[in-house]
C-alpha cells in the first residue's frame, strides 16, 4: 500500500504520532511518504528517518496565499506519486489534503483529527463557524475520519453532525521500551538542580493556554504549605513562557521553580519527577499521561478532553476538575505524602496502558480503516463501471 501522509508545521503529539505511524505502517511492508512544510520538526525528523518528504507550503492558520499554493502542491504529487489513499493529519492539513486530492483525482481521503476546536474555550466564536462551516461543506471529499480518543469522536459526530459510521476512534500508542528502562533517579535530579530530598511535580509541555499552567503555577503555594520544598519542574517552552514567569514573579514563587527548557530525554526528565501533572484545560488524549504512565510516575490531572480515557480515577491516577489551584494542589500533595497509593496507582497505569495504547493497537486500528476505505472504494467503483 502506498499512502501519502499530509500534516502541518507539527511538533509535539502530533508529530510524533504521524512519525510512530508511518514507522509502524513501515515495517509492515507499506510504503509510506509524508508532505509538509520543508523546514518544520515533522518534515525534518522525518528526513533523519528516511522517509521521502515532499515540501509543501502548509501555514497553521488558514492562509489566502499559502493555501492555493499547498493545494496545487499536492495535486501535483498525488497526480505523479500513484498512491493509494491519503492520510492527512490535524484540520489544517485535512482542509488543503482534500482539495488537493479531489483535484488530483479519485484517491481516497482520511483525516486524524488530533485535536478538540470547537469545544476549546480559546477559540473565537467566529473562528468555531468558519471550523464549522468549512467541514460541513467538504466533509464530502472525506473518505472517513480517525479520533484519537472517543472525546474527540464526540465532537466530529455531535459539534459537526458528522455521520456516526463515517468516525473511528484510534487511540495513539507509545513505545513503551524507552519509559520501561530504569531510570538513574538520583542523576536525573541532579541534572536538573534538584536538592536531595526535595519533592518534585510537573511535567513536560509546550507553553500554550490549553495546557493550563497557570492553574499550576496558582497551586504552588497551597502544595509547598502541605510540602515544604518541593519543586514544580516545567520543560518546554511556547508562548505563553514569558507571562508564566511574571506571575510566578508576583506569587513571588519563582525559586520553587525550574524553567527546564526543551526536553531532549523525556524519560530521564520523567525520572526526576515524583508526580507528573497534567493541569490542561482542553486536552485530546495525553500523550505526555501515557509516557509517565509507562515510566511508573504517578499522575494527577484534570478531567477534560480524552484525559479520562487514559487516566481512571482513583484506579490509575487521580482526576480533577480543571482551572481549580487548590484542587490541583490537594491531588499533588495527596499523591506526594501517600507513597503506598502513589505506587499502586503507578502500577495499575502502567498495567493498563502497555494494552490500551500498545502501538501495534494503532498500527492494526490504523490499517483496519485503510481497508475499510480501499474496499468501499473498490465497490464504488466497480458499481460506477
Known sequence: MRVLMVVRPASGGMKEHVLALARGLAERGHTIQIAAPAASDVAVSANAEGFIVHPVPIAGPLHPF?????????????????????????????????????????????VTAHNHVLRRDETSRGAKWRYHAVERALSGLVAHYIAVSESIRAELVEDYGLAADRVTTVHNGVAPGP?????????????????EGAPTFGLAARFSTQKGLRHLIGALHDVRREAPGALLLLGGSGPQESELREQAAALEV??????????DDVPAFLGA???????????????????AALAGVPTAATDVGGVSEVVVAEQTGLLVPPADPPALARAITRLLADRDLARGLAAAARARCLVEFDPERMIDGTLAVYSRVLGLAATNTRTSS
Request: with cysteine.
Open 66 to 110: 499559502d493555501d492555493p499554493r499547498a493545494i496545487a502542491a499536492l495535486r501535483r504529487i498525488l497526480r505523479d506519486g500513484d498512491f493509494d489513499l491519503v492520510h492527512a493529519h490535524g484540520f489544517k492539513a485535512g482542509f488543503v489534503g482534500r482539495l488537493g486530492a479531489a483535484l488530483a483525482g479519485s484517491t481516497p481521503f482520511i
Open 179 to 195: 519509559f520501561l528502562a530504569e531510570q538513574d533517579r538520583a542523576r536525573c535530579r541532579a541534572a536538573l538542580g534538584v536538592p
Open 254 to 263: 519563582s525559586s520553587a521553580i525550574r524553567w527546564v527548557g526543551h526536553v
Open 273 to 291: 519527577l515524583d508526580v507528573y501533572v497534567s493541569p490542561s484545560v482542553t486536552e485530546a488524549l495525553g500523550l505526555g499521561l501515557i509516557e
